[in-house]
């Protein structure tokens, strides 16, 4: 909350106990939610936090586009994507539709299931300074269709705009593992691990690639260093049989890293890239999403997803 306060006014004091007490109640709702819950249940939720939100009047008192923008990340860090809609609703009304706007909106549809209304958003950021999320959302997108071929080639679009991303980089080397590429995975992939050394997802994502090009040894050694648990080593153990196989059709089946149970798709990314899995509101529409990357941890009763592809993703 003090993240949130820190970007209001000195003289807005007022205006920041609200929004860190509508930001409060919305943290909740995302916390009490897990990955098992009903999807109408979280629906619920979501819904109730945003009455709660409208109760304080926070959009009201927002003085400023990029204080609501900011607003609208952090509760879509919280998982909260139904109710980040409305409040880009709200915020359009009050200033228009800005890049960044359509931005946060195009992740929340593709969050929510509604992967043709999100595509058409990331295309509308193509000819904008925003145009890499553009990218890497259609890639995510492709991925979600298990078309890794195409994911690769729009998160390399994606990555010539932002090539210092890690996030991004990880989601390129995956895409290309998917699709077969092992030579143009491997230098993304590595990027990624040395741009950011403690992500989990970096890390696994490498030992998958050692793994699936026969480096047993090294990838072996990468996950004791890194202490990943006997779950996750089987499980990358796992998709790299199904992956090093040419012409296995297994391969578009290989299952992926799961979410920690953490809310899926925040921006400092709580779950695996590329992590396809059915999307928690699979059944509001039964499209797919693959959620984004790097959980603070990985716990060791996380599994692999068993689910073959999807959204995914940011």
Known sequence: MKAIASLMPASGL????????????????GCAATKDRYPAIEDAQQRQAFENANDTKTGANIDTQATYIKVVEQMQQQGLWFASLAHIDALEQRWGTTPESTRVRADALRQTGQAELAEAAYKRLLSTPLESAGYRGLGLLAGARGNYAEA??????????????????????????????????????????????DSKQAQANVALYLEATNQREQATALMDVNRMPEATRAAVREAAAQIRVPGNPAAAAVPAIAANGAPSGSRDDTALPLALKASRWAG????????????????????FSPNPTSRGTP
């Open 14 to 29: 007022r205006v920041s106990e609200c929004v860190a007490t509508a930001c409060l109640v919305l943290a909740m709702a």
């Open 152 to 197: 690769a080639q729009l998160l390399k679009q994606a990555q010539r705009r932002t090539p210092t991303d890690p996030l991004l980089l990880s989601d390129l080397g995956y895409a290309n593992l998917r699709a077969g590429r092992f030579e143009e995975a491997r230098l993304p992939l590595m990027q990624a691990l040395q741009l950011q050394p």
């Open 284 to 303: 509001m529409g039964g499209v797919r999403t693959a959620n984004q990357m790097n959980p603070p941890a990985l716990p060791a009763e996380t599994p």
